[in-house]
Structure formats: structure tokens, C-alpha cells
Nanobody
Framework: VQLQASGGGLVQPGGSLRLSCAASSIEGIMLWDWYRQAPGNEREVVAQITPAGSTNYPDSVQGRFIISRDNAQKTMYLQMNNLKPEDTGVYFC??????????WGQGTQVTVSS
């Protein structure tokens, strides 16, 4: 499975961005996530969607980020609203198969700054 992330950029605080993650295949994929990594920090999960469509978010982005999935388009999205400077980082899409294989996209830079 190959993942291609896109949609990052420079945005002012309070602005919005939508990230996309196009997959070469969704067959056998159990879990989809978005992670971010800020400079000097470890990679952290910011949104997760299960096969049933349940979503999970850490407190830091709850109410501002929305993860979604379009199976027909084999694409996952991350709608990010009311962005803050602390949301700055490289965002990676990730998928885990039922066989516990992990797949990563190449990352897309998000910079929140005035």
C-alpha cells in the first residue's frame, strides 16, 4: 500500500486547511490515522478513524480537527479548523492492516504563523 499525502501549507492562526491522503489500495486496512511531528518532538497521533467509522482525537485537537474517509476514492482527509501555531509540524498519514503492517505517507508540512 502506498500513501500520498498532500494539502499542507502556510496558514494564519485561526485559519483552516484540509489534508488529503490518497491510497493505492484500501484492501485489508484496519485503521487510518494522521500523525504530526513538530521540530524536536516525537511523532504524535492527531486523528484516527476505525473501519466502522468511529473517530478519536487527542484533547489538543478535539473540536477543531475532523478525520474522514472516502472508500470509493481511496482517500482519507483531515479537516483542520481554527489552527494554532502549536499545530505546526509535518503531518503524516498512516494505515495499519489487519495483519499489523504499517504504511506511511511521505508527510506534508503545515505551518501556522502570522
Amino acid at each position: 500500500v502506498q500513501l500520498q499525502a498532500s494539502g499542507g501549507g502556510l496558514v494564519q492562526p485561526g485559519g483552516s486547511l484540509r489534508l488529503s491522503c490518497a491510497a493505492s489500495s484500501i484492501e485489508g486496512i484496519m485503521l487510518w490515522d494522521w500523525y504530526r511531528q513538530a521540530p524536536g518532538n516525537e511523532r504524535e497521533v492527531v486523528a484516527q478513524i476505525t473501519p466502522a467509522g468511529s473517530t478519536n482525537y487527542p484533547d489538543s485537537v478535539q473540536g477543531r480537527f475532523i478525520i474522514s474517509r472516502d472508500n470509493a476514492q481511496k482517500t482519507m482527509y483531515l479537516q483542520m479548523n481554527n489552527l494554532k501555531p502549536e499545530d505546526t509540524g509535518v503531518y503524516f498519514c498512516h494505515a495499519r492492516s489487519y495483519r499489523r503492517y504499517d504504511y506511511w505517507g511521505q508527510g506534508t508540512q503545515v505551518t501556522v504563523s502570522s
